[in-house]
């Protein structure tokens, strides 16, 4: 079993940074995080969840969308368990809950399908 919670978000305006972090529990993953990746999602009212990035639990391998590319970074802090999303050079269009999501499996997912677990979500609102 694994709990996922975020933290981090808020108002932020259009070229300004802002840094998401998800802490990750459990029994399962505190044993052995073999295998496991996990993600952050973001949807906006009225639109599907959609990918933003991935991370393996090693952090050593990560992919963000084509839409982040250049400007936001995933990132797994071994010292406090924890993953992070660097957002910066944040746009309108970045507006929306960002969730936090994690899977057993031997490699890298982006679709919500392959994620097992999720955690509430945080607010991100970009404004000018």
């Known amino acids: 079993q694994v709990q996922l919670v975020e933290s981090g978000g808020g108002l932020v305006q259009v070229g300004g940074s802002l840094r998401l972090s998800c802490a990750a529990t459990?029994?399962?993953?505190?044993?052995?995080?073999?295998?496991?990746?996990l993600g952050w999602f973001r949807q906006a009212p009225g639109k599907e969840r959609e990918f933003v990035a991935t991370?393996?639990?090693?952090?050593?391998?990560?992919t963000n969308a084509d839409s982040v590319k250049g400007r936001f970074t995933i990132s797994k802090d071994n010292a406090n368990n924890t993953v992070t999303l660097q957002m910066n050079n944040l746009k309108s269009e970045d507006t929306a809950v960002y969730y936090c999501?994690?899977?057993?499996?031997?490699?890298?997912?982006?679709?919500?399908?392959?994620?097992?677990?999720w955690g509430q979500g945080t607010q991100v609102t970009v404004s000018s």
């Open positions: 999501a994690a899977a057993a499996g031997p490699r890298l997912a982006e679709s919500v399908r392959a994620y097992d677990y």
């Open positions: 459990g029994s399962t993953l505190e044993a052995s995080g073999l295998g496991w990746f």
């Open positions: 991370i393996s639990w090693s952090g050593l391998l990560r």
